[in-house]
């Protein structure tokens, strides 16, 4: 048997703690990669979860936004309808003036057009703004 004296032992010794050394470093070092992976992987899902809300506000929006076409279409709708009322009405009393009104029932009816006139004014401009 050969013989292993005691310079080779202690290096084989000295060796093996500085492998084992590595070794513990090596795994701090994967713990530390592995720490910093579930990190993102929860901010992943976090950011996931927060994309997932904002895809459905945004579908939300696109609804919202075709319900609002559609009310501005039918706006548009009315407020041509009211146009064309106000057409009708205006040539309906086409000469009626408040000074040359001499009947009472005249004067009446004039100041109901008058009346009715005004708010469709405001709503038309309330619309173009």
Do not use: G
């Not at 060796?15 to 795994?27: D, G, S, W």
């Not at 706006?75 to 106000?86: A, G, M, P, T």
């Not at 000469?95 to 005249?106: K, L, T, V």
């Amino acid at each position: 048997m050969a013989q292993i004296n005691e310079s080779e032992i202690q290096t084989l010794i000295d060796k093996h703690i500085e492998t084992q050394f590595q070794i513990e470093n090596t795994l701090i070092e994967i713990n530390k990669v592995n720490y910093k992976l579930e990190y993102s992987l929860d901010k992943t899902d976090k950011l996931n979860q927060k994309l997932n809300k904002l895809e459905y506000s945004y579908d939300q929006l696109k609804v919202s936004l075709v319900n609002l076409t559609n009310q501005i279409e039918n706006l548009d709708q009315n407020i041509y309808l009211i146009d064309v009322s106000e057409i009708l009405y205006d040539n309906s009393f086409y000469n009626i003036d408040p000074q040359q009104c001499r009947a009472e029932e005249d004067r009446k009816i004039f100041d109901d057009w008058k009346r009715r006139k005004q708010p469709v004014e405001q709503l038309k401009e309330r619309v173009r703004q």
